[in-house]
């Protein structure tokens, strides 16, 4: 019984999960994005990790059961597996996960009936969150606002930063020789890695090289976002990349929770003396779809070596009520 | 601040944890167990448990913070890496942590102080919960009743199930050569793997090469009380073996939840476009004291397979008031 | 959309409860109940506990919608209102509910259609799990075991320890007059308190007058449970107890929760100033099925103060495997 | 220790909390609020509320104590009582608590040293949290613009929608004359209540008899930012009012925990059948400090009822970037 209503709210939480979804997806679609969207969108994002809290809650009501509860019934739920569900399977989808690992050779709905193979393959057609977030972030208009490169800049900054750091280790009579050279190599790692991301010779062979999937230019849009959050523009924009990487840790923390009942219920992997970690890897590291959103900080610089935005930019970041 | 807060309240959640760990290995290492003692073991491996969820709610509190949040303070930080905490190491050892993965060639100790480095040495010399649990178990006093013994009666009742099964398999019109082939190899696969582990000429090799750490007669005694967690005398002890792999699987979670927070603070490893994973597998697969406990499911029987218990076991595992 | 799923699983939530709920009255009706089936008892209670938690969670969701959202479909909502939830009253009463606080001199179901008003009038009928547990409790065998009365016994130690707080009261130096008759007179309340609720003379009159619902001796039987918990034969009857609180203090905390964000959805009461606290005082107060149990720790006595338990009661609460 | 470790963890997040609330009145303490600030602000005032959640989980620790484990130091807690945290006085007063329910005829302050007793009293003298948000929401610049009055647009539309609504009772078949006449009264009851409340006729005396805190200007301009969320520039002030009333609450639920966790381990007042409600009532009711706030739902309009924004003020409600 409680396996089935268990069973039966998660569908129910994947049904609402997935109209969220789609609202998401269809305030982002419109090419020029109203701002009176935005907050829409935030929320929408903000509601689908709530919900996923609660999903995390539900594997703690299941975990009431003992492994002998479960084989109680696990005789009458062969062949059909418990996470083969379809509308987990859309979400992805709709999400923009790609490169699914899969067990054996088999294709990912391989277990489905042909109806719901259908439904799956068609929500790989249309555009997923990632695209719609990508075109987004490529569209972001303060790159360039007259003079201002935002790449230029902050490139300055960075090397600037890494430069102090450099001397401060160099000076530095704690350190000995090994130390300061290691220091040293990796300062000079993040301004090189920087340049192969975000310089103009960056192609998409050195991002591909990089497992890079966001645009060299919604990167750097997400950077500045993330960098001035306290711009009145940029208040909205930073609280939704901020709920993307919610959203998508919580699917890869939904993945490795799903991974350990399962593991707890039916027991380890005959023979090998060890549960199967293959699942488990791609649980964390692979099925995730703003990974590069995740990765960005390492060329986050802290708040008083960043560069400061021109005066026409910050007149365009804000609001002009009341002054007319 | 919010950062020294939540690292403060860390480490009062560790110093409990320990105090509950230590009255639990007090109470387990009477040679005799007083079964008076049994229920406040239970509720001392519950209360760790309670104290695992808090501390992963305390870790989405962090998480309020941004990189950039981060970064104001995190030059302050170094070289003290904040997952250093003594009092967790001393924690992993009292439970019975082994073989910890480490970065590098350095001993796991490497980042702290003499003084650390001392208290964490002594925490491995006592016997740790996993050695008492095992020692508690050995004890089990049901294994061998008169001229009952469960090895054999649980072996037989193994066999006949696989038998059945196999049967069914045979006379299945559904499956095509391939797959009976197949559930027939895996069935064949339990039963060996059975005798491997539980059978008289189980020596410690073949444990070994299974990467078990329990003894065979502990791990016997687990499927016993596991299988018939409803007798009177079994109660408790299937709710301790429950709590165990709770605590285990909470530690795990918590090293995971851990590993997600940093990389989403300081980003990804720079130049390999990808977050290391040597850390989160090892959370996962390595890091797990009572994984032997996890994986027993792999031999349970649904409860119309399991072996009758005889009457005069069942007699030594009621109570007997009234009835003088 | 939000609202129709929370409303979908919460009725999916109630059905699950309602299953545990019919189990443990089940289990509990036997007159003579087999230990064998107090630790399921156990598991069931606690299980719905687990699903209260997750239920207090489920309305965190519902709290990302605005007032403003919920206006959008309100209309459409009225006249049925969310909270008559026919399994709700179903539950209440399978709970032992009685005297409900009700809005007008409506009757509870008055919102209800007529065949859903036959179910609950039909829920009343049968035992609940109040009647249940206090037979259970009527029958405890260790409030008489040869020479040894349990309530005379611990009249006694209370007794003594009243008298010997007595005197250290009157011998600080630290206290008024006044602040030492405030102390005495309470010591000698809660003995008179104790004499009425548990003495010889305690007729239903006086019980009547305290608004106790339990049996006298039931409430006896509590005590001792709850006194001497790590006794192997009341390890699993004082969990029980617990977990009936545990209960009890949900419902509570849902009709809270309920009333909270129902105040947050539609706003105070108009022209009155101040939200309308009767259902909310009802929630806590009166609304709760084993207060009985929940009061009692007034009459509990610090266990080194507790009378010892005679040889031959402890024989009776402890297993002899092993021994014969 | 369980207590204590809480305790002292319950003053780490106290202290937390109080930082937080001063860094918000702070940047509300502008004349003129920077819209730069008020994302700060918002992340304050959510991560209190997030810290509360944490702080409800905490007591669920607490819970796995037994009133008897309680009872073994609760002697050595007299007469402190756990519940007088200086801290706590301090985070009422500077949230903007007055009029505090008190026991008996003391000060609320009666349990506290003389040293925090001052501190107490200076808590009192600076401006509250409700203070600042008042003149925050008195300094609201979209109240009148132009031609534009809210509150005249408000109140046309309001009077239509009731218009509309007393035609659909008036024309209703459904509806006997009873239930007719209710629901005109009620809408007529809403009309008046907000013309007491925000006519021009409106003086302090019905608002006291109304037993509001907020000016009348401040609540108006609560309602004007309550109706369009979606108007870029309203976008974090409704999300500062919805996260003002989740601190609110936050506390209510925390001293409702608090008296159902003391009444779980000291049991019922003494003598009475009940235990005390005076305590809880206050906990719902009267400590709430933005209770204007949850109360306003009842003069929302639905959306498609509201008066349309004219388009010079929706041109100050948004952003010009790249449009120049």
Known sequence: MLFIIVHQTFELWFKQIRWELEAVNRRLSSTVLADREIGKIVSGLQRIARIQLLMFEQIGVLETM???????????????????SVQFRIIENRLGLRD?????????????????????????????????????LDRTPFLHVGEFDFWTAYREALHDLLGRERRTIDASGDLDDHARAELRARSEKIFSAFETLFGPEADQESMTAEKRRLSQKALLAALLISS???????????????????????FATWRYRHALLAHRMIGGKIGTGRSDPSYLEAAIDQHRVFRDLSDLPTY?????????????????????????
Do not use: K
């Open 66 to 84: 003992t492994p002998l509860d479960f084989l109680d019934f696990r005789d009458r739920l062969v062949p059909a597996s418990g996470s083969q």
């Open 228 to 250: 001035y959050p306290d711009e009145p523009a940029l208040q909205l924009p930073s609280r939704l990349l901020t709920a993307l990487i919610d959203v998508d840790i919580g």
């Open 100 to 136: 699914r690992v899969t067990v054996g050779r088999q294709p990912y709905t391989a277990a489905l009936s042909p109806e719901h193979q259908a439904m799956v393959a068609r929500s790989e057609q249309e555009p997923s969150l990632f695209d719609h977030v990508e075109r987004w």
């Open 300 to 324: 986050f610089l802290p708040r008083h070596a960043l560069p400061a935005l021109p005066p026409d930019v910050l007149e365009q970041m804000r609001f002009r009520y009341g002054d007319d």
